[in-house]
């Protein structure tokens, strides 16, 4: 059912904690739905120099928060914003149907704390003004 991408990050999740004074902050996901996920970004001149999660959720949302921060460190805003929550799954060798909601958290929660970094210092990034941070979509998932 998982494949052991999902679990190694489950079991043994990369760069879980928090960032002191975080360029940017990111919380989505509610506790009707099940899963909270908050994530914490150190940018350096457009660069994230570090991220870090702290997940209330499943193994495939704790997983999916892993492999996400593991994507986008090193990366520049903007390759960052191309990350997408189907190149999470796919990163993960895959999340069953179910849980692919899980994949859409990491992504929204990676922008949203791109979104605090850029309200914070007073600058736009590319493809942030139209992204849709709202679950509504999650509904039309299979339930769990």
Do not use: W
Request: glycine content about 8%.
């Amino acid at each position: 059912m998982y494949s052991e991408k999902v679990m190694d990050h489950f079991m043994n999740p990369r760069n879980v904690g928090e960032i002191a004074d975080a360029s940017g902050v990111g919380e989505v996901g509610t506790a009707q739905c099940g899963d909270i996920m908050k994530i914490y970004l150190d940018i350096e001149d457009g660069i994230i120099k570090d991220a870090k999660f702290k997940t209330f959720g499943c193994g495939s949302a704790i997983a999916s928060s892993s492999m996400a921060t593991e994507m986008i460190k090193g990366k520049t805003i903007q390759e960052a914003m191309e990350i997408t929550n189907k190149a999470v799954a796919e990163a993960l060798d895959g999340l069953p149907p179910i849980k692919m909601h899980c994949s859409v958290l990491a992504e929204q929660a990676v922008r949203s704390a791109l979104l605090d970094y850029a309200q914070k210092n007073n600058i736009e990034i590319e493809g942030l003004e139209d992204y849709d941070f709202s679950d509504e979509h999650l509904h039309d998932m299979p339930e769990e």
